[in-house]
């Protein structure tokens, strides 16, 4: 029962390089959604998709891209690197937006 | 004023204490609430999911909501070293958005 893979586990980037963070779920999920987790400031939503061809913005979308052309896949993509972007990322899915939600493992991001 | 807010910790307790955990809400039309655990170097998982007043409980865990003062809380009793994790309480979106997440209180149970 793998439920939300996350790759990579670890990444180091210079600053200015792009890259892709990929999430994939086996749930047959409809909601998929992007958090950041900085200490101190708990989980903040990047971007979410309500289904498959279905993106919005959630509070901290600024320098990252996300498409949505299955429902099993969620990627998210840094355009260009910055220090301010290192932080680990969770992945999540749902059935809805009100309820529970299904995290990844993370990938925790460093910028240099 | 933040949607949800949490005291950070850590909190640190023996082994076999009564926990407390809290997190205050500014909305009241919030019906529902969660607590989600989170192990180091994990994602969150969801411990407890509550609907409007009183209380829940589940073995050792027991969830308490008072909607008159937005206030939640998740009680754990006997605790354990294995209940050293983060604790985030998450409240309902704002219409089409996603749980909103509080910071977190980081507990440790020692033995």
């Known amino acids: 029962n793998a439920g939300v893979t996350q790759t990579p586990k670890f990444q180091v980037l210079k600053t200015g390089q792009s890259m892709t963070l990929q999430c994939a779920q086996d749930?047959?999920?409809?909601?998929m959604s992007w958090y950041r987790q900085d200490p101190g400031m708990g989980l903040r939503l990047i971007h979410y998709?309500?289904?498959?061809?279905?993106?919005d913005q959630g509070e901290v979308p600024n320098g990252y891209n996300v498409s949505r052309s299955t429902t099993e896949d969620f990627p998210l993509r840094l355009l260009s690197a910055a220090p301010s972007q290192t932080s680990v990322y969770f992945c999540?899915?749902?059935?809805?937006?009100?309820?529970?939600?299904?995290f990844g493992d993370g990938t925790r991001l460093s910028i240099l | 004023q933040k949607e949800v807010e949490q005291d950070p910790g850590p909190l640190s307790v023996p082994e076999g204490a009564i926990v407390s955990l809290n997190c205050t809400y500014s909305?009241?039309?919030?019906?529902?609430f969660m607590w989600y655990r989170q192990y180091s170097r994990k994602g969150p998982e969801l411990l407890m999911y509550?609907?409007?007043?009183g209380n829940k409980e589940d073995g050792r865990f027991t969830a308490q909501v008072d909607k008159s003062s937005k206030y939640i809380s998740l009680f754990i009793r006997d605790s354990q070293p294995s209940d050293s994790a983060t604790y985030l309480c998450?409240?309902?979106?704002?219409?089409?958005?996603?749980?909103?997440f509080g910071g977190g209180t980081r507990l440790m149970v020692k033995p």
């Open positions: 999540a899915s749902s059935r809805g937006s009100n309820q529970p939600q299904h």
């Open positions: 749930m047959n999920h409809e909601y």
């Open positions: 998709s309500v289904g498959a061809g279905i993106t």
């Open positions: 909305n009241s039309a919030f019906q529902y």
């Open positions: 509550t609907y409007s007043s």
């Open positions: 998450a409240i309902p979106p704002n219409a089409g958005n996603m749980l909103t």
